[in-house]
């Protein structure tokens, strides 16, 4: 009864918050010019058989799981990923698209019907959500329908953390009595769920699979000219790095890649009033030797492979940061703010061995940039420190997701 009352009350203000939601459907479907994808946010669906279904939530989480999607699909499984985000569900058909007996969904909004209605498609038998996709419905629903429901590079947000008692309590009821196994990235993301309230022995540590996945070994140069990166940025972080940037002397292109490129326009925006220089990749106008706006989809890691130092975003912002690892496995030296929150267990790894540098403030990073770029052997020497240890941890936790995943439900 205590957990039918508290998924009524998320079912009710779902149903209070529907006006906004549907004229939130309408302008996505509009922006993206596809009947297709309010079709497939409201349920519809062809029917679907698969041996695992995937969710995440966008770019970042199809990343995590493509070393194990990777791997069913070599070993002949069928597969299903869903994405929240238009843009994940992008990521998924770079990813993934060239794969046998895959199939690739938009997830429908949370909605009680609209799950039912996804469902009503779908024969399988084992549901993995990625990282933080907590979707109450979804999870209860699936529950219902005999699928073996288990979290994988589990993690909990300090948001959660800190959410309405309610919230916290149901998250705590479906996690405890509808999902199977529990597969944490570290000891910090089990002590979280703990602290959750969440209890039993399906909580389990398996390591972090973003540390798994691997570069393209072709990606372009982009720009044919040394560069620092300022990667997955938020608001305010380009234009205080732009305006100090304009004012230094001799330094390389600054290019910028916002976290969000739908913002670009509201970055020149800014850029255009501060009086900073700077050309815009999307307009094909890439000549100044100052700072670029790279704000196309779909090309960080290029930027990253090539670039001469990775700034990482929304760590000044704050949003807690952004993911590390994939400069750290193209052996590039890292610098970032003060919020690396939700990557600290990585970061407290990292910066001893001098493959991130984490600083206070804009003008902090600014001196270590100019040192870093005028001692090529310190930042070559963290680089490779950063890489080494991280080929060094990943060998081991592909094969423990593999075998997580076969488990039989383990829940008393």
């Not at 040192?371 to 310190?378: G, P, R, S």
Request: aromatic fraction near 8%; charge should be neutral.
């Amino acid at each position: 009864m205590f957990f039918l009352s508290l998924i009524k009350r998320y079912q009710l203000l779902l149903w209070l918050l529907s006006p906004l939601v549907f004229s939130w459907l309408i302008k996505e479907a509009w922006q993206h010019k596809s009947l297709t994808l309010l079709r497939a946010r409201l349920g519809q669906s062809a029917a679907i058989k698969a041996d695992h279904w995937f969710h995440c939530a966008s770019v970042g989480e199809v990343n995590a799981i493509a070393p194990v999607v990777q791997a069913l699909a070599q070993q002949g499984q069928s597969l299903l990923v869903t994405t929240f985000t238009p843009t994940g569900l992008e990521q998924a058909e770079r990813r993934f698209g060239q794969l046998h007996h895959i199939q690739l969904r938009l997830l429908p909004l949370d909605w009680r019907w609209t799950m039912q209605r996804f469902l009503a498609s779908l024969d399988c038998p084992n549901l993995t959500l990625v990282e933080t996709e907590f979707w109450p419905n979804l999870i209860q629903l699936a529950h219902q329908q005999g699928l073996t429901i288990r979290l994988i590079n589990a993690r909990i947000t300090h948001k959660t953390l800190s959410a309405p008692d309610w919230w916290r309590q149901l998250l705590v009821e479906l996690l405890n009595q509808q999902v199977s196994h529990i597969l944490c990235r570290n000891d910090q993301d089990e002590r979280d769920f703990r602290q959750l309230g969440v209890n039993g022995e399906h909580i389990q540590v398996i390591g972090n699979l973003k540390w798994c996945d691997q570069a393209p070994d072709d990606l372009p140069h982009l720009l044919n000219r040394p560069y620092v990166l300022l990667a997955s940025s938020h608001d305010p972080e380009e234009i205080e790095l732009a305006k100090r940037w304009q004012a230094a002397a001799e330094l390389p292109t600054l290019v910028i890649v916002p976290r969000h490129p739908k913002r670009a326009a509201d970055i020149v925006k800014q850029f255009t009033q501060a009086g900073i220089t700077f050309s815009q990749r999307s307009q094909n106008n890439q000549h100044t030797q100052g700072i670029l706006l790279a704000d196309t989809f779909g090309e960080l890691t290029a930027w990253m492979a090539h670039a001469e130092l990775v700034v990482m975003g929304g760590s000044f912002a704050p949003k807690g940061g952004q993911n590390p690892l994939e400069a750290i496995r193209l052996a590039k030296l890292v610098l970032s703010g003060p919020d690396m929150r939700d990557f600290a267990y990585e970061v407290d790894k990292l910066v001893p061995l001098g493959a991130l540098i984490q600083v206070n403030q804009f003008d902090d990073l600014m001196a270590q940039i100019q040192h870093y770029l005028a001692h090529n052997e310190l930042r070559e020497t963290g680089a490779l420190a950063g890489q080494a240890w991280l080929v060094q941890h990943q060998r081991h936790i592909l094969a423990n997701a593999l075998s997580a995943l076969e488990r039989p439900y383990a829940m008393s």
